[in-house]
Nanobody, 124 residues
Framework: VQLVESGGGLVQDGASLRLSCAAS????????VGWFRQTPGKAREFVAS???????IYYEAVQGRFTISRDNAKNTVYLQMNSLKPEDTAVYYC???????????????????WGQGTQVTVSS
């Protein structure tokens, strides 16, 4: 499976962005997709995950500001990011699990396929 992220950019504190993760090479609807982020010198950090039923979980620091969703017809998962803060600055990656019909997960090691990442920069 190939995952391609898009939608990153440079925005000001308080602005919004919507990231997209487009999948190809695998039937999409049965799989968990997650978003993670990473800044230089730090470990990759969980952001949000959505399962095949569209149940979702979030990192506490983004709960209420970020929303993950999926459009199975378009093989795409979205991350709507509102009220962005400078500390949200990172490279954002989407990832997909290879197991079907399992729940969302915050653990990066259960994801088998990763995109190349998209940069999000929030200026103060």
């Amino acid at each position: 499976v190939q995952l391609v992220e898009s939608g990153g950019g440079l925005v000001q504190d308080g602005a919004s962005l919507r990231l997209s993760c487009a999948a190809s090479g695998r039937a999409f609807s049965a799989y968990v997709v997650g978003w993670f982020r990473q800044t230089p010198g730090k470990a990759r950090e969980f952001v949000a995950s959505i399962d095949w039923r569209s149940d979702s979980i979030y990192y506490e620091a983004v709960q209420g500001r970020f929303t993950i969703s999926r459009d199975n017809a378009k093989n795409t998962v979205y991350l709507q990011m509102n009220s962005l803060k400078p500390e949200d600055t990172a490279v954002y990656y989407c990832a997909m699990r290879s197991l079907k019909y399992v729940g969302a997960s915050s653990h990066s090691d259960v994801y088998d396929s990763w995109g190349q990442g998209t940069q999000v920069t929030v200026s103060s």
